[in-house]
């Protein structure tokens, strides 16, 4: 097994173990049919040449080691995809109050979005993976965002990768409109926020049941 390979496991376990742990919550809230603020999850260990290119943006040497890992605080990466603006609050909070990891820093990329027009809450936590040769503290990044604000950095990311982050002008021009557009989406969604979730909470109650149910229920009161 290669040295990279050995100092990646641990971030891989933790990807793995954390992606289950928030798909749970969603499953828990679920359970109790309440809106989850959860959409869905994602998760990735940045690959090498990833990690590669950070080192060189860094000054950091392209080696597995301590200054490395402190340096790279996403090697592993968590996203966590919410319906609405008000539901990445929700969601910090739970993260908060885990005691399976510790956030030591926040980023609010919403608030005050980033230059390119990203937005996104990020937390930097540290996570305890258990070893064979004990437990090790690795950081890890998660991200926080709307379904709007993931569609706008997916696409951006694609272009930003096929550009080199020099973009057309042009290219930039509709990237920032994109971004106010996906804003404006955000917002319009969460005026209509409480009618969407009871609408929600009705489909996830019925779904499962047999349209004779409705057929029954109707005839019975056409008969009063
Ligand atoms: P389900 O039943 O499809 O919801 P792995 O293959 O184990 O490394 P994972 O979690 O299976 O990882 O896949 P990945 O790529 O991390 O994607 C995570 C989940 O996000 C997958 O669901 C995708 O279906 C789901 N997903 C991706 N894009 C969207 C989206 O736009 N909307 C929604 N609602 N879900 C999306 P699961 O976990 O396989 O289960
Ligand atoms: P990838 O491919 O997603 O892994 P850092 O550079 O991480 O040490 P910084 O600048 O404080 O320090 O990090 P930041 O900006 O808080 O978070 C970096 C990550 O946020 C990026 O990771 C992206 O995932 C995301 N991100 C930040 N700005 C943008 C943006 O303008 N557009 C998009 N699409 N994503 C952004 P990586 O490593 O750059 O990339």
Request: aromatic share 10%; net charge negative.
């Amino acid at each position: 097994m290669g040295q990279w390979d050995r100092f990646l496991e641990p971030y891989k376990q933790a990807v793995d173990e954390l992606k289950i742990k928030f798909k749970g919550m969603r499953a828990q809230y679920e359970i109790e049919n309440v809106h989850s603020p959860i959409e869905f999850v994602t998760g990735r260990v940045k690959p090498l040449a990833s990690i590669y290119d950070k080192c060189l943006e860094k000054g950091v040497s392209f080696e597995p080691s301590r200054k490395l890992a402190e340096e790279l605080q996403d090697i592993a990466g968590l996203r966590i995809m919410c319906q609405f603006v008000d539901d990445i609050e929700t969601v910090v909070n739970q993260l908060r109050m885990r005691n399976d990891l510790r956030v030591i820093e926040e980023k609010d990329y919403i608030a005050k979005n980033k230059e390119s027009g990203y937005r996104s809450y990020h937390m930097i936590i540290e996570y305890p993976v258990q070893t064979v040769h004990g437990e090790i503290q690795i950081l890890a990044e998660i991200q926080i965002r709307t379904l709007a604000m993931n569609f706008w950095a997916s696409i951006e990311h694609s272009l930003n990768y096929k550009y080199k982050g020099l973009f057309p002008q042009e290219i930039q021009l509709r990237l920032k409109r994109a971004a106010e557009a996906a804003f404006s989406l955000d917002e319009e969604m969460s005026q209509i926020r409480d009618e969407v979730r009871e609408a929600q909470k009705y489909f996830s109650e019925y779904k499962e049941t047999p349209n004779t149910y409705f057929q029954a229920k109707n005839e019975e009161g056409e008969q009063k």
